[in-house]
């Protein structure tokens, strides 16, 4: 699967330059745009993850179950890093969708903290199954 291999590595450094993002938009104090882009590093860095094992999806839920399906409810992932992704999914819809902005500052960094988190859990996973990640966020 080398054109899989290629996407891997391209939704894993789109997942680590949207964590780089997110840290601006919050220090420019722009909350609810750093919190959808949380959400976002976690949703490539879950799409990366899946194409691993041949599975794509076009919809953000069927991203989401998918990842709690064959990563998290089979044992190989942490459970908490599905309740992240849904946490912060639901953030990201508050974020872009309500105005005025709704996202406190003190909730955006909460999900910058996932972030991390995340990205640490799936940069092991992508590494464990032979992948050669560029610097990790």
């Known amino acids: 699967m080398p054109g899989a291999a290629a996407e891997v590595k391209e939704l894993w450094s789109k997942a680590c330059r949207s964590l780089e993002a997110a840290k601006l938009l919050l220090q420019a104090g722009y909350h609810d745009f ?27 839920a069927a991203v989401i179950a998918a990842f709690g399906r064959h990563f998290v409810a089979s044992g ?3 459970q908490r890093l599905h309740r992240y992704l849904l946490d912060a ?19 955006a960094e909460k999900v910058l903290d996932w972030v991390e988190e995340f990205l640490g859990e799936i940069a092991e996973f992508l590494k464990s199954q032979g992948y050669q990640l560029g610097p990790a966020p």
Do not use: C, I, N, Q
């Not at 490539?44 to 076009?58: D, K, N, P, Q």
């Not at 872009?96 to 909730?107: E, G, H, L, T, W």
């Open 89 to 107: 999914f639901d953030l990201r819809l508050l974020g872009d969708y309500d105005a005025p902005a709704k996202v406190a500052r003190s909730r």
């Open 76 to 78: 190989r992932l942490p």
């Open 34 to 60: 750093a919190a959808s882009r949380g959400y976002y590093a976690m949703f490539y860095a879950a799409e990366a993850a899946l194409l691993t094992e041949g599975r794509s999806f076009s919809r953000h």
